[in-house]
């Protein structure tokens, strides 16, 4: 029998065209995917590094019996007035296996020399430190790699300082060190204290946590500020605004406890104009994870008044403390670049995620300490 040979036959061009037009279509399905899975160990590895933080602060109370304050001002008073001293993430090196570290910070000194920042900082006391990055202390997440304000190393992590000012100041875990006994350490006459006499000032233990420690944050996280140098971004730039620090008109006074006044400035925050450019000073967020300043808790705390990846705002008419830098009744938001919410460490060492759409309550009530509220596990 004769056997007749079929010339071989090649694809055709529309046949090529439709495995290339299935290939992108497999990929364009698969590539969100992959992104997603990325993603989620990033934040699996945030949640864990919040998770030593928790751990290193019940390490310090069972050794100081007090959780760290927002500043620690052990250096002597300096001839020349404040100064930048050592923060909460400097008192936690030892709990955090950063002892060569925490031996390298001299006490003694301050941490950045007053009038001596991006302008000169060569001139810094401790720059071995602050110099010195350190992968705990920043979200898998975040995006921007550079520092704020090089050279000094960032921090994605922020210590609560409490719900709104307009209801109760230095209501959260991670607050300012003054109290009556020891304002004139910081140039205030004796028996005074920093903006005026508070009971929720100065350092305090676990006992003091009356709304629970598995119902008050103790840290969050937030994108770092905007970089020096940098176009400032507008309020309706997206995530990018997230970095920028807006100025707005508070709606009342401090330590008023009226939740109105709270949730009034709260909306005057969220309804920035999208037009609106940020402030000039918006690289402070998390610029240095050693330094510290009283009424600057913004740099390396944030506080529970504008709910999570909001924009932060601060109030041209803070009477006690005007400026964008924290002061009594601004609002410093916690933000991340995860998906619908931020990781929150609680008082108790547990990391759970908080969506952006919780309710403002909710939110306040997660910051505060000891005002009484009550909290279901299942409203946020």
């Known amino acids: 029998m004769k056997h007749v040979v079929r010339p071989s036959r090649g694809f055709t061009l529309i046949e090529l065209l439709v495995v290339i037009a299935i290939i992108a279509v497999l990929i364009a399905l698969l590539l969100p995917a992959v992104q997603s899975a990325r993603e989620a160990a990033r934040r699996a590895q945030c949640v864990n590094q919040l998770k030593q933080l928790g751990l290193a602060v019940h390490n310090y109370h069972s050794t100081n019996n007090v959780v760290p ?47 001596q920042m991006s302008s000169d900082p060569g001139f810094a006391a401790n720059s071995t430190v602050l110099y010195n990055k350190l992968s705990v202390l920043l979200c898998p997440s975040e995006s921007m790699k550079a520092s704020p304000n090089q050279p000094y190393a960032p921090s994605n992590y922020v210590g609560n300082h409490g719900g709104p000012g307009e209801i109760r100041m230095w209501s959260g875990m991670i607050v300012e060190p003054f109290t009556k006994s020891n304002a004139s350490q910081i140039g205030n006459p004796p028996g005074t204290a920093w903006w005026g006499a508070d009971s929720n000032l100065g350092q305090f233990g676990f ?58 400035s709260m909306r005057n925050c969220q309804s920035v104009p999208s037009t609106t450019q940020a402030n000039g000073s918006s690289w402070v967020s998390g610029f240095s994870w050693v330094a510290g300043y009283p009424w600057h808790w913004m740099v390396q705390c944030y506080n529970h008044h504008n709910t999570p990846n909001k924009l932060s705002c601060m109030p041209s008419n803070d ?50 300490r000891n005002g009484g509220e009550v909290v279901s596990s299942d409203a946020y």
């Not at 919410?341 to 909710?362: A, H, L, M």
């Open 69 to 115: 304050a927002s500043a620690q001002f052990l250096a002597p008073a300096l001839s020349y007035g404040w100064s930048w001293n050592a923060n909460w993430a400097v008192m936690l090196l030892p709990n955090l296996e950063q002892t060569p570290v925490y031996n390298a910070y001299n006490f003694s000194l301050d941490a950045i020399q007053s009038g």
């Open 207 to 264: 006992e003091s946590v009356t709304d629970g420690t598995s119902n008050t944050a103790l840290f969050s996280e937030k994108l770092l500020g905007n970089s020096t140098g940098a176009p400032l971004p507008y309020a309706g730039a997206g995530d990018l605004a997230k970095r920028g620090i807006y100025i707005i008109t508070a709606a009342g006074a401090f330590n008023s406890g009226n939740s109105a006044l709270a949730l009034q």
């Open 319 to 368: 009477t006690a403390a005007p400026g964008t830098w924290g002061g009594s009744i601004g609002q410093s938001t916690a933000s991340s670049n995860h998906p619908g919410g931020v990781n929150i460490c609680f008082g108790d060492g547990s990391v759970k995620f908080v969506k952006d759409s919780v309710s403002p309550q909710i939110w306040w009530a997660l910051g505060s």
